[in-house]
């Protein structure tokens, strides 16, 4: 049974999230319900991350394996066909071994947050970025954010709802960049990690606005990571600004690819 995978884009407001659900839109739904239309299901798809609610994918990955011999590019093409309207686009394919796996298979991932300063509400970039009224202070956001870069408990940064057997993380590098986007002045973090805890992005991102709006110091985000409890965290920004940007893995599967 040849295996595939999948190089995923899409708008995360209309779903629950990636993971499929009985009553709710979800991405894997979306994809699980096209796959069906080439051949019979059911179909289950495992993917490089579970994103939340409201979340983005820019380059998620996942698998499926299928009873067919496809061609990459037809079996792309097939699935945009049937996943329209929705908001959810097959960026490129490729046939891999059948030990291959999206989630098990990777060596790091890329988080993207976009933060947008501007008072007037936002139209283009509506759910698309999190909206801030007032300039932030990059600089003493990268000083907190400095803290957090390696090996750590990061506790204080997961959801009480996390599924992770423990929390100890090795956080690679948050990289913040000042931007002009098409809308105003941005923010963005890029957060690179093998692996994130339930909401580590989000906690991250907003304790350190809260850096950079000068109500923290560089040090109470040491503090609140050494503390060890959500109850020190930062608040949780909003989902509609992260997106997961990109997926890497030993020998890239689509290296060769069309996208």
Not at 166 to 175: E, H
Not at 202 to 212: H, Q, Y
């Amino acid at each position: 049974m040849p295996r595939y995978a999948l190089k995923i884009e899409y708008h995360g407001a209309p779903f629950s999230g990636w993971q499929r659900q009985a009553d709710q839109p979800s991405v894997q739904g979306a994809l699980e319900d096209a796959l069906a239309r080439l051949e019979d299901g059911p179909h289950t798809i495992a993917a490089a991350g579970r994103t939340d609610a409201g979340v983005h994918g820019l380059g998620q990955v996942a698998h499926c394996d299928l009873s067919k011999d496809w061609d990459p590019f037809r079996l792309s093409e097939a699935l945009n066909f049937h996943l329209r309207p929705a908001p959810v686009a097959i960026l490129d394919c490729a046939e891999v071994e059948e030990d291959w796996h999206a989630r098990f298979s990777a060596v790091r991932r890329h988080y993207l947050f976009r933060l947008l300063i501007r008072r007037a509400p936002a139209t283009h970039d509506k759910g698309l970025v999190w909206q801030v009224q007032h300039p932030l202070d990059v600089t003493a956001m990268r000083a907190g954010a400095a803290h957090l870069i390696g090996y750590h408990d990061f506790t204080t940064f997961r959801s009480t709802i996390c599924q992770a057997k423990s929390p100890v993380k090795t956080l690679d590098t948050i990289d913040i960049v000042e931007a002009e986007g098409l809308a105003g002045p941005e923010i963005r973090f890029h957060l690179h990690a093998r692996s994130f805890l339930h909401n580590q992005v989000r906690s991250i991102v907003g304790t350190l606005a809260r850096v950079g709006a000068g109500s923290w110091s560089a040090e109470d985000v040491k503090a609140a990571l050494e503390a060890r409890t959500r109850a020190a965290c930062g608040p949780v920004c909003p989902p509609h600004g992260l997106y997961l940007a990109a997926v890497d893995y030993p020998n890239n599967p689509f290296a060769k690819g069309f996208g």
